[in-house]
């Protein structure tokens, strides 16, 4: 998870990951780090760069959920960024 320090109107997550990717994951986002919700899910990761786009909406904590891993590792990120 990642505390954007304020809230921050946001519609835009790019996920680079290392060679050990999640085939499936979902990126959740809160405005007060306790309710969260889903603004991307899928069970068709391919690792590389994933890069994810929704409506605009305001949140000052985003996370990545994995829940498949893609490869035998396990999953690992190398960066994660967040744009409005």
Do not use: M
């Not at 680079?16 to 994951?25: G, H, M, R, V």
């Not at 690792?47 to 035998?72: D, M, W, Y």
């Amino acid at each position: 998870a990642v505390d954007l320090g304020e809230k921050h109107k946001i519609s835009r997550v790019v996920i680079q990951w290392e060679a050990a990717y999640a085939k499936s994951f979902s990126v959740q986002v809160s405005t007060d780090g306790q309710r969260w919700t889903n603004v991307y899910q899928t069970d068709e990761g391919k690792g590389g760069v994933s890069e994810i786009r929704f409506s605009p909406l305001e949140a000052q904590h985003v996370r990545l959920c994995c829940t498949k891993r893609g490869t035998q590792w396990g999953n690992a990120v190398y960066e994660v960024r967040v744009f409005e």
